[in-house]
């Protein structure tokens, strides 16, 4: 459970470290599963439902950037998802009736691991209202070198960021907007089994990993299940109809029980439209809306 402090803290801040989060046979098996998983890459030959490659990725030396929905590859994710430990950090911050949005597993493999530029989640999926979060749970030890998660405190109190590019959404701030303060930032390190607890509309990134050793984090994005997805965002529900979105979400609860009826508050909201040519990650997102790099 969180303390007191650490709940005004998450409130004033929008992120919270936690160490030593995850004990140690939950954190042995999800490394277990993520080795296997990239060593299933070996022949992938482009990104697919299941993989995004990096740069230089090929069957002697995989290199990914991302490994999709992992919660649903092997039930050592499922289980930390769903586990008492985890429910007891999130329940203070988002209630009773928690829902995922997604999950991933960002690699960061060594020697120039790709960079996520700097970005609010909520420019992602704006919902009803903005008690979302997302866990990263550090499968390994994380320090400056290898590309940390960033993040700028007090920003999801703040104006959200344009996240377009000569019209088209491109997934990333302009380092050259005026309102972004780079030099606020905030480090994110710590050892393997420890985790961090960001607000969606925290703004964050991370520089690429220059350093020889992997960066995998384990992200889980949830929210409060009376915070309903607006119309036009991209994610989990595009595409269905109202029986086929009910169904989803309900499938998508981790506590408690999906309500009918979603809670309004005010919150800024921006669509993420019109979309970039490509958006199966938000590396391709950022890629091909023209995304102009703050890491170069």
């Given at each position: 459970m969180l303390t007191q402090d650490q709940i005004a803290a998450y409130r004033e801040h929008g992120y919270l470290k936690i160490d030593g989060a995850i004990p140690p046979e939950s954190l042995d098996a999800?490394?277990?599963?993520?080795?296997?998983?990239?060593?299933?890459s070996r022949h992938v030959r482009e990104s697919d439902d299941l993989y995004d490659l990096d740069a230089g990725h090929g069957p002697d030396a995989p290199r990914l950037t991302r490994i999709k929905l992992p919660h649903l590859r092997d039930p050592a994710f499922s289980d930390v998802l769903r586990g008492e430990?985890?429910?007891?950090?999130?329940?203070?911050?988002?209630?009773?009736?928690?829902?995922?949005?997604?999950s991933k597993?960002?690699?960061?493999a060594p020697g120039g691991g790709a960079a996520v530029e700097w970005h609010q989640d909520w420019a992602f999926y704006p919902h009803t209202n903005d008690d979302i979060l997302a866990v990263g749970i550090m499968l390994e030890d994380v320090d400056a070198a290898n590309g940390p998660l960033m993040v700028v405190p007090g920003t999801h109190r703040a104006p959200i960021l344009s996240h377009h590019r000569d019209g088209v959404f491109c997934g990333a701030i302009d380092p050259a907007d005026p309102l972004f303060e780079p030099d606020r930032a905030v480090t994110i390190t710590g050892r393997a089994g420890d985790m961090s607890l960001h607000h969606a509309r925290v703004l964050h990134g991370s520089a690429p990993n220059r350093s020889d050793r992997a960066r995998k984090i384990l992200f889980f994005e949830l929210m409060a299940a009376d915070a309903w997805p607006l119309m036009g965002v991209a994610g989990p529900y595009q595409g269905l109809d109202a029986p086929a979105m009910w169904a989803a979400m309900a499938h998508n609860m981790v506590r408690g029980t999906q309500p009918t009826a979603?809670?309004?508050?005010?919150?800024?909201?921006?669509?993420p439209l019109p979309p970039?040519?490509?958006?199966?990650?938000?590396?391709?997102?950022?890629r091909s809306g023209g995304a102009v790099s703050a890491f170069s």
């Open positions: 999800m490394r277990r599963a993520t080795d296997a998983l990239i060593e299933g430990r985890l429910a007891g950090f999130l329940t203070p911050l988002l209630g009773p009736d928690i829902r995922l949005h997604t597993l960002n690699t960061k979603p809670r309004l508050t005010d919150v800024p909201v921006s669509m970039p040519p490509e958006a199966g990650s938000i590396f391709a997102v950022q």
